[in-house]
């Protein structure tokens, strides 16, 4: 779980930017754009092998 302390003298701004920072390095957003809509199992396969050639070719 991302967490972020805000400090004595510290913005409410730069915390939400140090937090934003945080979720988006964990991969919160996509986990959660994933798990949206129930996911078939062929087309988890269907996203799994275009990832794969994207790691390949790169």
């Given at each position: 779980m991302t967490q972020?302390?805000?400090g004595q003298n510290e913005n409410i701004?730069?915390?939400l930017r140090r937090f934003k920072r945080?979720?988006?390095k964990?991969?919160?957003f996509a986990?959660?754009?994933r798990r949206r809509h129930f996911e078939t199992p062929?087309?988890?396969r269907k996203r799994k092998a275009v990832a794969r050639r994207?790691?390949?070719f790169r």
């Open positions: 972020v302390v805000v701004e730069s915390a945080q979720v988006s964990a991969g919160i986990d959660i754009k062929i087309e988890k994207k790691k390949r």
